[in-house]
């Protein structure tokens, strides 16, 4: 049987709320508005998978979503 140990990391590699951070070699490195559209997709694929999800357990889906990111709202159809 084999010990599972935490990996230790350096103090440059945790931030000031000590959460631990990638190297900077391993970031992302690409212009504001690619990391926006990156993050924008992973929010769009999670709710398309929370759908898929529902709908292979045969539970009702939701057949409109709005959501909107600048207000945090998320706005489902009325006519269900």
Do not use: W
């Amino acid at each position: 049987m084999q010990s599972t140990q935490a990996p230790v990391h350096s103090e440059q590699q945790r931030c000031r709320s000590g959460v631990l951070r990638r190297p900077t070699e391993e970031a992302y490195a690409g212009p504001c508005t690619a990391k926006t559209t990156i993050y924008c997709a992973n929010i769009a694929a999670g709710l398309m998978l929370a759908q898929f999800t529902r709908h292979l357990r045969q539970l009702p889906v939701e057949p409109d979503i709005q959501l909107n990111l600048l207000a945090c709202e998320l706005n489902l159809a009325a006519g269900r």
